[in-house]
């Protein structure tokens, strides 16, 4: 075997006057970044071995560590960057497809960051949330042309809805590629904040029973953990064709992370892999995915809304037609920059659409054609904090999903390692050690937080504008004026640039 | 510089409205009066009437009021309506010279009935003529149709309020239903098809406020084959009301609690069958609630509705005396021309004021 080329991307730094040796940061590490020199008497690192994700820094009761860039510098070269010429020497020694988590980390334009709200002045007031009422309430699901009122009565039912207090919910993170103490604080926190979480594939934990009302269970390609009390379990369904940050590719929780709870609740044997196809196996085409939103609608009575979430591709306005007349009641859509447990490195970094292209796209087409209405849209796939759901709805979305944001809240460091299974902060990991680092109490503290200081912030910024109510923001885009964009941009936004 | 249509210009207004609920018809004198004393609250780049009953001799012809700016707009405008309708009568309305109004089109009036043949299928006469003006306002540059109802009209251009009740004569009209509109704009708006009323059939609507709710109100109409021509919320507040009572038959209170929609709180203090509706209200037409200030008076053949927004942020005044409503934006609009009323108040936001004519009382 030949030296490795590999250098390390992190230097660790150690303050010696600080350090007392309690070696908190020996037993912190997953990575085993750092360790104890017997012989030395000494806590010494291996700067390889770290992943830069804070947590002895966090843990140091005399903060003497520093984490820094690695110094070691290539010569220079503009086309020839250091992360290119990394994973060719990992691809020489491996042979094998790189690895990654989260989402994509490259520069492309975050168009939320081009985007600028409205507000009032002089000629209508704008309204301060202190003092008047400020409504968020939302509900997702197919809504009806028109309503039948005789005698002051509802003479038909409208179809079922999701009831959200505020126009977020978290996105599917499975069990398995998640801790069960991560989806417990998300779970907790979606029922204290009155929105919803998502099972993602991972099926539903009998412990997670209890919060059906604020739950959606979703049915992938590999229909992992699929019965009929989960489908009744939870108040809506959401069959994932895609993810944005792996569109067109399935997904591979490995045999290791499979403990006894996983495999019960995947209903698959303890310590196998479980593989999600690629593409559902039932579904090669339009027609065949309105099989499955029937079968599903059929097999709950019709009384829950059925989502088909997809990852935005080219042709994102088109396929979001055919779900929508497919008999989908919500289509929620996955940006690009959507963040993955584990996802391969190209597909993350290469394949997809911004978010917010496909979704205006998505939105007008809808429009044009009249069926608007019929379905609720739904987008993730990197909102970031509370103006950009603001745009979002501006755009013409219902609501939005979060997945890091909420991860982030409950204390991930965006290291990108979640395939590793070694997450020193308890989220994406199966180990029973680094899982109880995570006190679910506080996790669903935190998260809970994070959605009710993005309410007043939200209800703050449509005040300003003179809205009390969200319903009079969705599409509405006159509130949003483009900066830095060209005209093909603005004119796929729908938004005019900043002074016209 | 653009005009009204190409580009959205916020206005502040004066509004003024009086009915005889016994369908009994009065000139057009006394609403010119109670608009003018709010002079201060327009700035003479635009001022309206509507007027409900001013055409007994033509009560089941749809009379359209259009505005043309050259004779070739006219020609073609007039192809397109003989095509669609038959013509009983049709001239220029008659004006007055007033030396402050300047740059005034050719207004012209029409009493058609639509030629059977033209109606496509399942469409109704109120259908076609929808589609007529949408066609007309889109296609035909130079052509504005100003009101499209039966036995009523619209009267408007650029100037104050009381210049125009002068130009076009009012006071030589006898109706039974008169509303203003005295505008405020924050730009030129540049032609007179950008006053106020906006109308379609026989509704109208006058209008002080600016929605915030535009654009996710214009988005929702656009879906229902609304062409929002005029960027204004008045044409979108016409729209509303249209595809709500005319095209979807939804109870008067239905329609209202759906643009100034109760909030959340007081919905749950109703009963569990009132919940579900307003529930049901608010899910289904969301898009179509009016946020910001407004206050508007809704003009048809059945009477008036007078509307504020759930949190009134624009004065609207109400009052009654004998078989007359007034509505105004300032009390001394009202006393202006009723010293005394029996009852005057202030409606509170969201909360209508409703005039419909009594059992037979509209005299055709």
Sequence with gaps: MTISMSTPDFLIERDRDRCIKCQVCVRQCANEAHFWDEEEQKVKANDALCVNCHRCVTYCPTHALTIRKYPLEFRENANWTASTIKAIYRQAETGGILLTGMGNDRPYPIFWDHLLLNASQVTNPSIDPLREPMELKTFLGRKPDQLKVEDGHLVEKIPPQLELEVPIMFSAMSYGSISLNAIKSLAAAAERVGIMYNTGEGGLHKDLYKYGKNTIVQVASGRFGVHPEYLQAGAAIEIKIGQGAKPGIGGHLPGEKVGLEVSQTRMIPEGTDAISPAPHHDIYSIEDLSQLIYSLKEATQYQKPVSVKIAAVHNIAAIASGIARAGADIIAIDGFRGGTGAAPLRTRDNVGIPIELALAAVDSRLREEGIRNQVSLVVGGSIRNSADVVKAIALGADAVYIATAALVAIGCHLCQKCNTGKCNWGIATQNPQLVKRLNPEIGAERAANLIMAWEHEIKELLGGMGINAVESLRGNRLMLRGVGLSDRELNILGVLPAGE | ?364
């Design chain 2, 1 to 364: 510089m653009l005009r009204e249509g190409e580009v959205r210009i916020p206005s502040g207004c004066a509004i003024s409205g009086i009915m005889n609920k016994k369908g009994e018809v009065f000139s057009g004198h006394d609403i010119i009066q109670s608009i003018a004393l709010m002079h201060d609250r327009s700035n003479g780049l635009g001022g309206g009437f509507a007027a409900y009953g001013i055409y007994p001799d033509f009560p089941d012809h749809y009379a359209f009021h259009l505005f043309y700016e050259s004779a070739e707009a006219k020609e073609k405008t007039e192809t397109y309506l003989n095509m669609l309708f038959h013509i009983a009568e049709s001239g220029k309305i008659p004006t007055r010279r007033v030396p402050s109004v300047k740059n005034a089109p050719l207004a012209w009036r029409y009493f058609a009935k639509p030629k059977p043949d033209a109606l496509f299928e399942d469409e109704s006469e109120d259908e076609l003529v929808v589609r007529a003006v949408m066609y007309i306002n889109a296609h035909f540059s130079g052509s504005f149709v100003v009101s499209s109802g039966k036995n009523m009209g619209a009267f408007k251009g650029v100037g104050y309020p009381e210049e125009m009740g002068e130009y076009f004569r009012l006071e030589e009209y006898k109706g039974y239903i008169w509303t203003a509109h005295g505008r405020f704009p924050t730009n030129t708006p540049g032609w007179w098809g950008g006053a106020h009323p906006f109308t379609l059939l026989d509704w109208s609507i006058v209008h002080n406020g600016e929605i915030s709710s535009y654009g996710a109100n214009r988005r929702f109409l656009e879906m229902f084959g609304y062409k929002l021509t005029m960027q204004t919320d008045t044409e979108a507040i016409t729209y509303a009301f249209d595809l709500l009572l005319r095209k979807q038959n939804i109870p008067l209170d239905i329609a209202i609690a759906t643009l100034a929609a109760p909030f959340w709180r007081d919905i749950e203090r109703m009963s569990l069958e009132k919940q579900t509706l307003y529930k049901a209200v608010r899910t289904v037409y969301g898009n179509l609630l009016l946020n910001g200030p407004f206050s508007i008076i809704l003009g048809s053949n059945k009477g008036i509705v007078a509307l504020n927004d759930r949190l009134k942020l624009r004065s609207l005044v109400a009052a009654t005396k004998a078989d007359v409503l007034y509505i105004a934006s300032e009390e001394s609009a009202i006393r202006e021309i009723c010293p005394e009323p029996e009852k005057i108040w202030a409606p509170r936001g969201g909360e209508p004021v409703i005039g419909l004519f009594e059992e037979g009382g509209i005299q055709k």
